[in-house]
């Protein structure tokens, strides 16, 4: 396992969280490049999420795998807009968001909202709380009231309080590493 050492930036936030005796903020570190970093972020496994919400322009989409759940009681789940996304006002003002959580069978919907943020065309979709598009099909289907937002570099974080929720069985789609998957081709 090859080892890359924090950048200053990230061994400044570090050292001011857990002062310890290895160097002060500022220690002149060596960095590494986004390529190494996005490497190994993806080896962690994630499920994947399309998120929509209602926007002035109209319905709007995003393949989104920043969701985590957080607090059963009050019931509150997060994910992460990237501010560099065409689709960031839209998701950062929306009140109301719908979490849909993928099925093994749902690659096409991840494509379709990685690609467009606008495209709905031929998809069976009802509205749900705040007008929000709720799109049949989904494992899980969380309709959220965005209750806090948080700045954290070039992403925010949305945090989104569960109004209501539907749940069907089937097997989730994971990604990692780059690739989709199912638990199955994973575990082979
Ligand atoms: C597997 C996967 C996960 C993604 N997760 C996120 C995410 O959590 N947050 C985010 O802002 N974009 C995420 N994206 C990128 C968006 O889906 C989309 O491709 C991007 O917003 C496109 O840029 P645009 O919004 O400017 O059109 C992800 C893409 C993929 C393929």
Request: net charge negative; aromatic share 8%; hydrophobic share 45%.
């Amino acid at each position: 396992m090859e080892r890359v050492a924090l950048t200053p930036d990230l061994a400044m936030s570090r050292n001011s969280m857990f002062a310890d005796a290895d160097g002060g903020p500022g220690a002149a570190l060596p960095s590494f490049d986004a390529t190494t970093l996005r490497g190994a972020f993806g080896r962690f496994a994630t499920g994947l999420t399309v998120v929509t919400a209602a926007s002035e322009d109209g319905p709007v989409g995003i393949t989104a795998n920043s969701f985590s759940s957080v607090s059963l009681d009050p019931p509150l789940v997060l994910w992460s807009i990237a501010r560099s996304s065409r689709r960031f006002d839209a998701f950062a003002g929306a009140r109301f968001q719908a979490i849909h959580i993928l099925g093994a069978g749902q690659i096409d919907l991840s494509r379709r909202f990685f690609r467009d943020g606008r495209d709905f065309a031929g998809l069976d979709t009802e509205p749900g709380l705040g007008g929000v598009p709720l799109i049949k099909g989904a494992l899980a289907l969380l309709e959220c009231e965005i209750v806090s937002r948080m700045d954290c570099g070039d992403h925010l974080v949305l945090i989104g309080h569960v109004r209501a929720m539907e749940t069907s069985d089937g097997e989730p789609l994971v990604f990692a590493a780059g690739r989709y998957g199912t638990l199955a081709a994973f575990a082979s």
